[in-house]
């Protein structure tokens, strides 16, 4: 995990880079909280995706930033 974290940081300009929609993170948190499930679904996908995901999640959401867990096809890591 934390080799990873350091490598997506190195891509990442987190200067110029922003977690939107707050009010939404927060709601996910709730659920999380009360033991709901949240699934999140996404079209595309890459192998760094998850990296940086925790990275903006670090600061506002720190237990969402390192247990989520990513499922992704085949394809994600082998095109």
Request: charged share 20%; proline share 4%; no cysteine.
């Amino acid at each position: 995990y934390n080799f990873g974290q350091r490598y997506v940081a190195s891509l990442t300009d987190f200067d110029r880079s922003v977690l939107g929609h707050p009010e939404r993170w927060a709601q996910i948190e709730k659920w999380l909280e009360n033991g709901d499930n949240v699934i999140l679904l996404a079209n595309h996908q890459t192998e760094a995706d998850p990296g940086v995901f925790a990275h903006m999640l670090e600061a506002a959401h720190p237990t969402m930033a390192t247990d989520v867990v990513y499922v992704a096809g085949d394809r994600v890591v082998t095109d």
